[in-house]
């Protein structure tokens, strides 16, 4: 079945430092790629995916990468602020008639001033 | 605001009993997902429906059921409750029943059982 590893569970970074999380999947028909971020208390929040015919995909100080051949797929946050600590998840789809989710463990960052 | 409603956003019970979330997808969506968040198990997939039928199937026990009504919305009923179910209960959406698609989720419903 499907597996998502995701590291590290936690990350404490300097306000304007990078942050990096990475993910690896076992299913190589894998798919989609979503990061979610998660505040205390509240829903799972969509900041950006991935799809498996892509490398890299930009959205302002958030950038995914994607590496099929290895299985694994990386959230890179550039410039922190304070108001990107939150738990981040990734997951992986595979392809097929359902669309679930397979989540990682989550990593909860930390980004101090 | 993610378009998707949950209700209710918090319900107290006790052993033994059932309750009913709700969800309400966002305009458009035929699919509905319902995934449990627990402290030691993360965000589980429960079950899918797509368009009034079920489309698969999680880790979803057997006293926990679900369905999808003709509007659209959906039902988790969870009975005979034990303490290991107290947990947070999203409901997501998504346009189709393939994948590739974003899901988007509600504010969920907080079950906290005594």
Redesign the interface.
């Known amino acids: 079945g499907e597996n998502v590893e995701q590291h590290p569970s936690t990350l404490s970074v300097q306000e304007g430092d990078s942050a990096v999380i990475k993910c690896t999947y076992s299913d190589s028909a894998s798919n989609y790629f979503p990061w979610y971020k998660q505040e205390l208390g509240k829903r799972p929040q969509l900041i950006i995916d991935i799809r498996s015919n892509v490398g890299e995909k930009k959205d302002q100080r958030i950038a995914v990468t994607l590496n099929k051949t290895a299985k694994h797929f990386s959230l890179h946050i550039t410039e922190t602020q304070p108001e990107d600590s939150a738990v981040y998840f990734c997951a992986a789809q595979f392809t097929g008639t359902a669309s679930k989710l397979t989540f990682g463990t989550g990593t909860r960052l930390q980004v101090t001033l | 605001d993610?378009g998707v409603t949950q209700t209710p956003k918090h319900l107290i019970t006790a052993t033994g009993q059932r309750v009913t979330l709700r969800c309400s997808p966002r305009s458009g969506d035929l699919?509905v997902?319902w995934?449990q968040q627990s402290l030691d198990q993360?965000?589980?997939?429960l079950i899918?429906y797509y368009n009034g039928e079920e489309?698969?199937k999680?880790n979803i026990l057997e006293r926990f059921s679900a369905q999808q009504f003709p509007d659209l919305h959906s039902e988790l009923n969870l009975s005979s409750l034990e303490l290991g179910d107290s947990a947070l209960y999203?409901c997501a959406s998504?346009v189709?029943?393939?994948?590739?698609?974003?899901?988007?989720?509600?504010?969920?419903t907080r079950l906290s059982i005594l």
């Open positions: 993610s699919s997902y995934y993360g965000l589980q997939f899918q489309r698969a999680g999203f998504s189709g029943a393939v994948s590739n698609q974003p899901q988007h989720f509600g504010d969920g």
